[in-house]
């Protein structure tokens, strides 16, 4: 079978899935729909294998293969074909992509098992892994436009899945306006490329800009700009972050989906795809990695002080993403999607053992009330702390290999990068010692009553509250279920988390510098075009900056341990005598505050004047009611004149005929 066959049956599957679950919801038992929509994600997964072998039979040059199923716009000189780009990009991606949603769903089949939108979840699930492989596979920029906005949907839905539940649906529809300007930015900047080049196809886009724009022209970096408008929005970077810790209202399994191998890494995806125009455009590239960088910084010190368990996960997703925008828009693109890869790894791990423990808590999510769940919950205790040695990048692990490598390739490209580079060290020092303070504060000290209970074999009883709010919920549509389940009772929750542990810890080993070259060697014939494609740093250099990151790491670990194990109380002291740094960091450098200010306030201010003044007033009152007076005054008059007495008629006809009279008697004068 051809590698454009696998591509079409890559996204046929998950389709066909949401689409079975949807029709056919009523005829489903139990637990059928998650596993068929497990079923429909697993066929996706190997069809993207399929898709894998079937390039690698190709030479490197030709492992690039465009598959159109039809003409879907031929007009005004503008052709626009259904059709696929299966190169070695594209299937890294859905590989990832599919693979991690698998285990997710697996892990769903559980842990969403007592929700009575059991069914309708999957169908959503399975819809939004659809989108985002159709976005990786699109073979144009109309195609990954429709695959963008199918993300932005399908995240809507699932952000907001316990639609009764205010907050999770007031979190939907910012998600949703966020990722709208983000679809705007990316709707114009195709308008301008398309205007310039004439083409929307990748590489009729690319050979056109390569003839028509010398370097940094203005409208190519404008064109580049807008590209970073929608690829900040869906990647939650500065300032179009605010959306992503919000989306935590939505169920553990799908702030997982979101965060490690979806939504947030289309941005990402996005920069490498179209790294020709940012090539051309280098002032557009050095904004995405100055952005990046500020971005890493910014919401690591959040998450130093974030007490909401899934929260602080979630902005260190921002973080991180922040360290792949940074390697992209430095031009080291096979060290960005290696930070992909393994980041989908520890941070799918991550949530769904934070879901594990929140579940074990009955619904809480504070760490403040957390502790000592290390010995009643050992799985999830080890899996958690694997992710946790991933993300803090500890030696020998995925995440150690990997944005260890996007900072030397940083560093390398000297000038402003080494600047960035520097931020990039501070950032991962933040980064160990946020990631160890989840461990130690949920995991050590003194067992909670939660704890407790669960070491007597005993689940806490769930409390069916709102956690942000504290509002009692009862169980029904549109609510989280009366159950809650743990990793250490359920097979189909440990299982993937067992996965995921083995790849967090191992993956990286696949990026070692000097000895293994998997991902960049894959990767190379996509970026065979870049000028950088050679200048990538030397394996001293490379094993010089695993020393610097591994030995922060470690600082970062030993700071942690001895802030939350050894001394326990100095948090507290150091809370007081920075209590504005520290009321600073925990109301997010108050962007919510700044963006209610600027953004909502005046936004809903202008529509409740347009409604009270311009539709009531104006359109309303004077121009339909107005004009409806006048004719009902018209009428009125007409039917009092419509006596029925033939001497009234006979008098009005004489006074009209005296009118005329007068009227052209005066005239004549």
Known sequence: MSAGSYGWLVLAFPLGGALLIALGWRLLPGRSAGWIASGAIFGSF????????????????ARAVTSTWFSYAQTAGLSVDMGLLIDPLSVFMALVVSGVSLLIHIYSVAYMASDRGYARYFAYL?????????????????????GWAFVGAASYLLISFWY??????????????????????????TFLLFSETGAVDYAGVFDGAAKVFEPGDTTLVIACLLLLVGAFAKSAQLPLHTWLPDAMEGPTPVSALIHAATMVTAGVYLIAR????????????????????????????????????????????ISQIGYMVLGVSAFAYSAGLFHLMTHAFFKALLFMAAGSVIAAMAGRQSIDAMGGLRVAMPLTFATFTAGALALAGAPLTSGFFSKDEVIAATLDRGGLYTV????????????????????FRVFLGEPVVEARSLARGQLAPSRHENP??????????????????IAERERSMAAPMGALALLALLAGLLGVPAVTHVVDRFLEPTFADSQYI?????????????????????????AAYLLYVRRPALPLVLRARFARTHRLLSSRWYFDELFDRLLVRPTVAAGRFGNAV???????????????AVVRAGSSAARAAQTGQVRAYAFLLILGVSALVLYFLSGSV
């Open 126 to 146: 399975n819809l939004f892994v659809f989108s985002m492989l159709l976005l990786v596979l699109a073979g144009n920029l109309i195609l990954l436009t429709v």
């Open 614 to 628: 311009v539709e009531r007033f104006l359109v309303q009152g004077a121009l339909v009611d107005g004009t409806s």
């Open 46 to 61: 190997l069809s993207a294998i399929g898709a894998l072998f079937a390039l690698l039979e190709r030479e490197p040059e």
């Open 420 to 439: 960035l580079a520097i931020g990039a060290y501070v950032g991962a020092l933040l980064t160990a010692l946020y990631a160890f303070r989840i461990v």
């Open 274 to 317: 179209t790294h020709p125009l940012f090539e051309l455009a280098p002032t557009a590239a050095d904004v995405a990695a100055i952005v990046g960088t500020l971005t890493l910084l910014f919401a690591a010190t959040v998450a130093l002080v974030a007490t909401d368990l899934k929260r602080i996960i979630a902005y260190s997703t």
């Open 468 to 485: 942000a709010t504290g509002e009692q919920e009862d169980t029904d549509v549109g609510f989280p279920g009366p159950e809650h389940h």
């Open 534 to 558: 050679d200048q990538t740093p030397s394996d001293g250099a490379a094993y010089l900056g695993l020393a610097i990151g591994g030995a922060l790491s470690l600082v970062g670990i030993a």
């Open 164 to 189: 009764r539940r205010k907050t999770a649906t007031a979190a939907g529809m910012k998600a949703f306006v966020i990722n709208v300007i983000g679809d705007v930015g990316l709707v114009i900047a």
